[in-house]
């Protein structure tokens, strides 16, 4: 389970997850929660030299903004510690704050108490087999 919380503006919700860059060094980092990105994760480019992420096998990928702008940028991998357990997941190298989408909560449950302050949880959907 992950949790996090919604700002004091009561505008964004944010949660802290360890990411680990190619080198095996590790990060702390505080990511805003995007559901309207189908993406897994978006860091600045200075996190993403700063955990020498290595970067994927297609290099770059195109990102569509709200506005309907778009750009090409840089596509690395990095793992996150999700569930409790070890994910690879790629990143584009973008923007001014880390952000994770909902391509990283396909399989969770966001729960959000929508008030400055309130508490976000991210957990783990769990199916049932042979049912």
């Known amino acids: 389970m992950h949790y996090g919380s919604v700002n004091d503006d009561g505008e964004e919700c ?16 505080s990511f805003i929660i995007d ?3 189908t993406g897994s994760m978006v860091l600045p480019p200075e996190i993403v030299d700063r955990l020498s992420l290595t970067p994927s096998m297609d290099e770059y990928v195109r990102v569509t903004q709200a506005d309907g702008s778009s750009d090409r940028h840089g596509l ?6 999700w569930h409790g357990r070890r994910k690879q997941v ?10 994770i989408g909902m391509g990283l909560l ?3 449950n966001l729960s959000v108490d929508a008030a400055p302050g309130g508490l976000v949880a991210i957990t783990e959907l769990l199916t049932l087999t042979g049912a």
């Open 76 to 81: 690395y991998v990095a793992h996150v510690m």
């Open 14 to 29: 944010s949660v802290r997850l360890t990411v680990q860059g190619s080198d095996e060094h590790t990060e702390r980092i």
């Open 106 to 108: 396909r399989g969770s």
């Open 35 to 37: 559901t309207g990105s």
């Open 90 to 99: 790629e990143v584009v190298a973008f923007g001014p704050a880390p952000l």
